[in-house]
């Protein structure tokens, strides 16, 4: 390091990656939420469904498909009315929560259908012989069976987002991406990206492991 002391690196790392912590944390919340809702209901509502209501699920299925076709440099850009709407300012990590739950829900929600589409659909049809609820089915067969999948696709989303929360920084969304542009790039500090990228690189490696070791855990139930 030719100008930043080692306690000033630390300092800056701790502040990053605690932003990045909440700003990526709070998102896969809403996400998981959002995520699920929509997915579970594109797989109910498409034909042959329990609610099957093909008008629906074209619909959900044609926001799911223009959300993740929006590259998410775009949509930072494109709602910052909205986001400004929400939290009254466009910068800041309360402002970038908004973009990247827009941007993930999507995502998240086309493997949720994946999951719940692996469901046999003969546990189904044995569920609703036995006289199950719609609601029964959707909670104690659909989404338990599902469940290693759905893990392991909020664990990929959970990666995702963690990407998309650095490309947030662009645009003064706060976190490692942030000082990565403020200092890596307009002050030519090559040796602080370098640990901001291994940063991120362990942070990564870390949440892989603890998702890969849920899906695994609920696998083996």
């Not at 827009?102 to 998240?108: K, L, N, R, T």
């Amino acid at each position: 390091m030719t100008e930043m002391t080692w306690p000033e690196i630390f300092d800056l790392l701790g502040t990053g990656t605690q932003e990045t912590a909440w700003m990526v944390g709070v998102a896969t919340l809403f996400t998981a939420i959002g995520g699920l809702l929509i997915g579970v209901l594109l797989v109910l509502t498409d034909r042959g469904g329990l609610l099957a209501a093909r008008p629906v699920n074209a619909v959900l299925g044609l926001i799911v498909n223009i959300g993740r076709s929006v590259p998410f440099i775009v949509l930072l850009v494109a709602i910052m009315p909205f986001t400004r709407l929400l939290v009254g300012t466009t910068i800041g990590t309360d402002a970038a929560i908004v973009p990247l739950t827009v941007g993930a829900i999507p995502f998240f929600a086309r493997l949720v259908e994946t999951s719940l589409r692996e469901v046999p659909p003969d546990v189904i049809a044995a569920a609703t012989a036995m006289g199950a609820t719609r609601r029964q089915i959707v909670a104690k067969v659909l989404l338990r069976e599902a469940l290693p999948g759905l893990v392991a696709g909020l664990s990929i989303t959970v990666i995702a987002l963690i990407g998309y929360s650095a490309m947030a920084g662009a645009i003064g969304g706060g976190g490692l991406g942030d000082l990565a542009i403020r200092y890596g790039y307009q002050r030519f500090e090559t040796d602080f990206m370098i640990i901001i990228v291994v940063v991120l690189v362990v942070l990564v490696q870390i949440l892989q492991l603890v998702g890969d070791g849920f899906v695994r855990r609920f696998s083996h139930r």
